[in-house]
Nanobody
């Protein structure tokens, strides 16, 4: 089994910053793509940022220039530094990882349980 656990969410004022972290555990042989998604009330889950194993990154237009995704390949963790936060960034943020489990032959996608980020004055 593979588990992803997010942390770092909370309440922050507009213009503030938060850093989300996602740790992994379980039977992981290899990690490929890691990503952060978010889902606001009444909206579909959307990709915020993703990073490949060799460090290539991609961001949604709405967060480009404000958010930075990073990963530690030795620890199998991924972080999301969020700066200049706006009320429209309010959502539950989910970690997603493409994992090759030990004993497996295919990469599988796993999700964390989510962490709430609320941007409000």
């Amino acid at each position: 089994q593979v588990q992803l656990v997010e942390s770092g969410g909370g309440l922050v004022q507009p213009g503030g910053s938060l850093r989300l972290s996602c740790t992994t555990s379980g039977s992981i042989r290899s990690l490929n793509r890691m990503a952060w998604y978010r889902q606001a009330p009444g909206k579909e889950r959307e990709l915020v940022a993703r990073i490949t194993s060799d460090g290539n990154t991609k961001y949604s237009d709405s967060v480009k220039g404000r958010f930075t995704i990073s990963r530690d390949n030795a620890k199998y963790t991924v972080d999301l530094q969020m700066n200049s936060l706006k009320p429209e960034d309010t959502a539950v943020y989910y970690c997603n990882a493409e994992v090759l489990p030990y004993g497996g032959t295919n990469y599988l996608f796993y999700w964390g349980q989510g962490t709430q980020v609320t941007v409000s004055s």
